[in-house]
């Protein structure tokens, strides 16, 4: 994890204002949080099966902390 967020901006990449987490700002709603939760591509679990279980790892610890936020 940073410290701070990293913001990316043209210097990034020509494209970056369609690249996730900016995409999300840019065309959701003002209730819309945007963030990127970045894996790492070159490991031997950078495999699909290995992102689906990152993805449900993700997701799980998400619900379980709005859960414990939750009234």
Do not use: F
């Amino acid at each position: 994890m940073l410290a701070e967020p990293k913001i990316t901006a043209s210097s990034y990449h020509p494209l970056w204002r369609q690249i996730s987490g900016n995409w999300v700002q840019a065309n959701g709603n003002a209730k819309t949080v945007a963030l990127c939760l970045e894996t790492p591509w070159n490991t031997a679990s950078s495999t699909t099966e290995g992102y689906r279980d990152v993805g449900a790892a993700l997701a799980k610890a998400l619900g379980s902390h709005l859960q414990e936020r939750s009234p």
